[in-house]
Structure formats: C-alpha cells, structure tokens
C-alpha cells in the first residue's frame, strides 16, 4: 500500500509563495504520473498540475505561471513551488499517485487571506 503525506501548508498573504511536499512510502519513478490537486470549501477537486514519470509537466490554466511542480526522485518527493499567492487558491492541496491504481494523500490546507 503506497502512502502520501503532504506538507508545507499554511496562512499566506496574498502574493506570497508557499512550497508544497508530497512525501511517499515507495518509489515515485513506478507511477505513471504523480500530481497535485485541490479542493476548495464546497467545490469539487480540481487539477493543478502533474508530471510523468518521463519529466513531462502540465498546469491548469488558473496557476500556469505562479506554480511549478517538480520531484527529487531519490527522496522519493514531488514538491509544488507556489508563488504570486491569490485569495481564490485557498484550498485543500492533495498530492496524487496514478498507475494502474490511483493513491492520495490526506491534504495540506493553503489559506491566501490577508
């Protein structure tokens, strides 16, 4: 059973930046593709950004230029660099891990509020 633990989140001012980690319990090269996703307070998850096991990265339209996704594969860690901070990224941030079986976290909270 692949575990993921994220952390790195908090209380953050509007245009402030925050780094993201999703730590887990095997190899992250063995999935197809590791990501982040979030969720907002009566809204459904959403997709943030991912990166396959071959290095090819992708964002969501809302955060193509203030996050980056990147992972330290002998960690065994995908990170999420959030910069440029805007009220409407408050969220819950789960990591995910997708192969033939899809694993998540359990959430880092990210509030963006002056």
């Known amino acids: 059973q692949v575990q993921l633990v994220e952390s790195g989140g908090g209380l953050v001012q509007p245009g402030g930046s925050l780094r993201l980690s999703c730590a887990a319990s095997?190899?992250?090269?063995?999935?197809?593709?590791m990501a982040w996703y979030r969720q907002a307070p009566g809204k459904q998850r959403d997709f943030v950004a991912y990166?396959?096991?071959?290095?090819?990265?992708n964002y969501a339209d809302s955060v193509k230029g203030r996050f980056s996704i990147s992972r330290d594969i002998a960690k065994n860690m995908v990170y999420l660099q959030m910069n440029s901070l805007k009220p409407e990224d408050t969220a819950v941030y789960y990591c995910n891990a997708a192969s033939n079986n899809n694993y998540w976290g359990q959430g880092t909270q990210v509030t963006v509020s002056s």
């Open positions: 990166i396959t096991s071959g290095g090819t990265r």
């Open positions: 095997g190899s992250i090269f063995s999935f197809d593709v």
